[in-house]
């Protein structure tokens, strides 16, 4: 078994890399106002070293999503992404604890242009997309092999 931790995303072991690059989405967590973890599923890319994910227009139950409420008040994030098996030996693990900040879609071009080539059915309903930015401080990894 083999874990580790980096600061930047370019210090991944290429193995890492990989399995972070497949992961086809990841669980974000921020910290909601009673301190109490909040995490829900997202989809994310990878842009100049941070990753990104979508504000996008799919329907929600509120007006404003809690993980943004959250950021506003605190802007500490992890993101997990993992690569699940019932072969308990490919199992693998990368979480980027960082700091999150919403860019805004006059901003965000690059970023919207990014998480577009990662998940092309975004094409139609990202443009003019605020998105959430995640700078790493810590990048925590685990794997079987």
């Given at each position: 078994m083999a874990s580790g931790r980096c600061e930047r995303l370019s210090e991944l072991p290429a193995a890492m890399k990989d399995a972070l690059d497949a992961a086809r989405r990841g669980v974000m967590t921020t910290v909601d106002r009673?301190?109490?973890?909040?995490?829900?599923?997202?989809?994310?890319?990878?842009?100049?070293?941070?990753?990104?994910?979508?504000i996008d227009r799919k329907p929600k139950t509120g007006k404003t999503l809690g993980r943004l409420r959250n950021l506003e008040r605190d802007p500490r994030v992890a993101l997990l992404a993992d690569r699940w098996s019932e072969e308990w030996t490919e199992l693998a693990w990368?979480?980027?604890?960082?700091r999150a900040s919403v860019q805004s879609s006059s901003r965000s071009v690059s970023e919207v242009e990014a998480i577009i080539a990662r998940y092309p059915e975004y094409r139609d309903t990202l443009e003019g997309s605020d998105v959430i930015r995640i700078v790493p401080e810590q990048i925590l990894w685990w794997s079987w092999a």
């Open positions: 009673e301190g109490r973890p909040h995490a829900v599923p997202v989809v994310f890319a990878v842009h100049d070293q941070d990753l990104v994910t979508p990368v979480m980027i604890r960082g």
